[in-house]
T-cell receptor
Framework: AQSVTQPDIHITVSEGASLELRCNYS??????LFWYVQSPGQGLQLLLK??????LVQGIKGFEAEFKRSQSSFNLRKPSVHWSDAAEYFC???????????FGAGTRLTVKP | DAGITQSPRHKVTETGTPVTLRCHQT?????MYWYRQDPGHGLRLIHY???????DKGEVSDGYSVSRSKTEDFLLTLESATSSQTSVYFC?????????????FGPGTRLTVL
């Protein structure tokens, strides 16, 4: 079965600094890859997804992610973090039919003023 | 917002009591999912449904049952709640979006089993 690893449990960045959240996956074929964000007490909101084509995908809120097949990675980036980006971020991998989606354990982002 | 509501939003119950959580959607989506979220584990799939009366198990289905008697409602039942089932439960639907099946999530139900 596929699996997802988010190596960083907690990251702190200063407002205005750049951000990169790491995600590595294990899967036998090219999976569908997702990043979700969860604010405290809220559900998950889709930031972006990759399924084929251009390996650099753009999402909402100024986020982007790059799929690197050779590294089995799908890292999330943002050039300049805003205080409102403080949240928990989840990477997920799924086969085409979504019925076995696996999530990473999440990375909690703190933004310093 | 994929038109998903969950009820109740918060529940405290005692060990051994039955509990039913409801997921309701208004947009006739075929696929619905129940996940639990626990620190250090992300979200894990409990059960999913691919139509009325059609359900299947997920990664952590032990101790849970589901039912879907109509398209809009997907019920998760803990027949006899245990403290290990204290968690936040999320419902999701899947819809075809720009060539991929993508899951969208409800607001969650926080369940505490004492």
């Amino acid at each position: 079965a596929q699996s997802v690893t988010q190596p960083d449990i907690h990251i702190t960045v200063s407002e205005g600094a750049s951000l990169e959240l790491r995600c590595n996956y294990s899967y036998g074929a090219t999976p569908y890859l997702f990043w979700y964000v969860q604010s405290p007490g809220q559900g998950l909101q889709l930031l972006l997804k990759y399924f084929s084509g251009d390996t650099l995908v753009q999402g909402i809120k100024g986020f982007e992610a790059e799929f690197k097949r050779s590294q089995s990675s799908f890292n999330l980036r943002k050039p300049s973090v805003h205080w409102s980006d403080a949240a928990e971020y989840f990477c997920a991998v799924a086969p085409g039919n979504n019925n076995d989606m696996r999530f990473g354990a999440g990375t909690r982002l703190t933004v310093k003023p | 917002d994929a038109g998903i509501t969950q009820s109740p939003r918060h529940k405290v119950t005692e060990t051994g009591t039955p509990v039913t959580l409801r997921c309701h959607q208004t947009e006739n989506h075929r696929y619905m999912y129940w996940y639990r979220q626990d620190p250090g584990h992300g979200l894990r799939l409990i059960h999913y449904s691919y139509g009325v009366k059609d359900t299947d198990k997920g990664e952590v289905s032990d101790g849970y049952s589901v039912s879907r008697s109509k398209t809009e409602d997907f019920l998760l039942t803990l027949e006899s709640a245990t403290s290990s089932q204290t968690s936040v439960y999320f419902c999701a639907i899947s819809l075809r979006d720009r060539g991929t099946d993508t899951q969208y999530f409800g607001p969650g139900t926080r369940l505490t089993v004492l």
